[in-house]
C-alpha cells in the first residue's frame, strides 16, 4: 500500500514538473516574440560623407543636412535608420543590388541617373561653381578653364559638366572633393568644380582659395530609390509633410544659416518698399 502511495506522488510530482516547464517554454516564446514585435525594421540609407554640410563626419558620427533628412524620413516610417557610407559613383549600384534602400548625398537628378533609379521630388535647388587659388591664377570664369587641369570628384554632375561642356579641359578625378581641393592648394589643379554649398565650406576652411560668382549649371538634388519602389510615394508625402510643417526650414536655417538671413532680409526689404 505504502508503495502504491509512493508511486502515485511520483506521477503526481512529473506531471508537475512537467506543467511547469511547458509555462516556462511558453512564456519564454511569448517574452521572444514580443521582443521581435517591438524590434524596429531597419531602413538602410546610403550615402557618401565627403559633401559638407549635406553630409560630413563630426566626432566619429555621420551628420548633415541630408542626415537630419533622413532621420525624419524613418521615424516618420516608423524605421531604424542605418547609414552606410560609401564612394559615391557606388552609391546607385548599391541601390540597384538591393544593399541599400536609398541614397541621399546631394545628388543632383539628371537623365541617366533616371533611367537606372526613381526620383523622390527635389528638396535643395543648387549649382555647380569654381574654385581656384585667391592669388595667381590665371582663371577668370569659365571661358579660362581651356587647356587648364581641373579638379572634380568622379560621378557627379561636375565631373559630367566638364566632359560635356569643355572637351579641351584635362580632368582629374578624385574619389573626394576634399581630395581635389588638396591637390589645388599644392599647386597640382588649376581649378576645381564643384557643387555651390560645399564650395562655400571649403573655401572658409582655407583662406588661400576663392570662389568664382559664375554659376555654372542649374540643378536639384533629390532621394533616389530602386526603379518602382513605394517608397518613393512615402518620401514624397515626407517631404511635402516637412515643407509644410516648417521642419524643413529649421534643418535648412542650421545649416545654412547666411542664406536664411539673406532670404529674410530681402523680404523685410521688400515688405518696407511696398508700404
Known sequence: MKKLIA??????MLFAVAGCAQQTQKEAADNQTGQQTQKKEVLVMGTNAEFPPFEYKENNEIVGFDIEIAKIIAEELGMELKIEDMVFDGLLPALQSGKVDFV??????TEDRKKNVD???SYFNASQVIIVKKEGSAVKSKDDLSGKKVGVQIGTTGDAYLTENHPDV????FQK???AIMELKNGKCDAVVIDANPAKVFVEKNS???LLEEQLTEEEYAIAVKKGSELKAQIDE??????SDGRYDEIYAKYFPEETEETSNETE?????TE
Open 177 to 179: 572633393g576634399a581630395d
Open 170 to 173: 584635362e580632368v582629374v578625378r
Open 208 to 210: 588661400d582659395l576663392t
Open 119 to 121: 526620383f523622390s521630388e
Open 269 to 273: 526689404e521688400g515688405a518696407s518698399q
Open 104 to 109: 541621399i548625398a546631394g545628388m543632383t537628378v
Open 7 to 12: 508511486l502515485m506522488m511520483a506521477a503526481l
Open 238 to 243: 515626407i517631404l511635402q509633410k516637412i515643407k
